[in-house]
């Protein structure tokens, strides 16, 4: 069935770049997510590309996508401890809509 | 302010209550949707609704029953048939039917603790 993969943990120094992978199995992915999960709450929308996009830049984020390897990084230019956080990766299927979402990555940023 | 907004934040149960989480949105949103997130692991879909007056079970929907009477409310009912619903429940709404924009918008969870 359909599944996506995350790494489970990583850790940085403040100032330096993070990247969170992501793999997932379902080809027919039409859009690819990136949440944040800060400590007890809900999950803030970072951002999402096309499956026809190779390369996304907002900011700070930058999201790339190899769609022949599936696979999806979220990179974080000059990390901040606020950036401290979850992050989950989600494909949404192209064939049911369903948001399939990976397990969370958990980003600790050193001072 | 538009948003979502679940509560309790916190509520606790004793074996064998039933409980209903609240799930309300001024987004205009046509569809909403019911997640559990347990520790380490991503979130896992309860139920969802498309329109009012419809809804669909999610991949783990023994246990829970929803009910969508408006379009501004989605509420979920753990059952005491739910084996283990101590966990975070989250609720999201979209604009379905919409690809460019369905986009999922989370509130901020409730946290179920059975004791």
């Known amino acids: 069935g359909e599944d996506v993969e995350q790494s489970l943990f990583l850790s940085v120094r403040e100032g330096d770049s993070s990247v969170i992978n992501c793999t997932y199995t379902?080809?027919?992915?039409?859009?690819l997510y990136w949440y944040k999960q800060e400590p007890g709450a809900g999950l803030q929308l970072l951002t999402y590309?096309?499956?026809?996009?190779d390369m996304k830049q907002d900011q700070r984020l930058t999201v790339l996508l190899n769609k022949k390897d599936k696979h999806l990084s979220l990179r974080i230019a000059d990390t901040q401890t606020g950036d401290s956080a979850i992050y989950f990766c989600?494909?949404?299927?192209?064939?049911?809509?369903?948001?399939?979402f990976g397990q969370g990555t958990t980003l600790q940023v050193k001072p | 302010d538009g948003g979502i907004t679940q509560s309790p934040k916190y509520l606790f149960r004793k074996e064998g209550q039933n409980v209903t989480l609240s799930c309300e949105q001024n987004?205009?949103?046509?569809?909403m949707y019911w997640y559990r997130q347990d520790p380490g692991q991503g979130l896992r879909l309860i139920y969802y609704?498309?329109?009012?007056?419809?809804?669909q079970k999610g991949d783990i929907a023994e246990g829970y029953s929803v009910s969508r009477e408006k379009k501004e409310s989605f509420p979920l009912t753990v059952t005491s048939a739910q084996k283990n619903p101590t966990a975070f429940y989250l609720c999201?709404?979209?604009?379905?039917?919409?690809?460019?924009?369905?986009?999922?918008?989370f509130g901020p969870g409730t946290r179920l603790t059975v004791l």
């Open positions: 999201a709404s979209s604009i379905f039917g919409v690809p460019s924009t369905d986009t999922q918008y």
């Open positions: 379902d080809s027919s992915s039409t859009y």
């Open positions: 590309i096309f499956s026809n996009m």
């Open positions: 989600a494909g949404r299927s192209g064939n049911t809509g369903k948001l399939i």
């Open positions: 987004l205009n949103h046509d569809a």
């Open positions: 609704s498309q329109i009012v007056n419809d809804f």
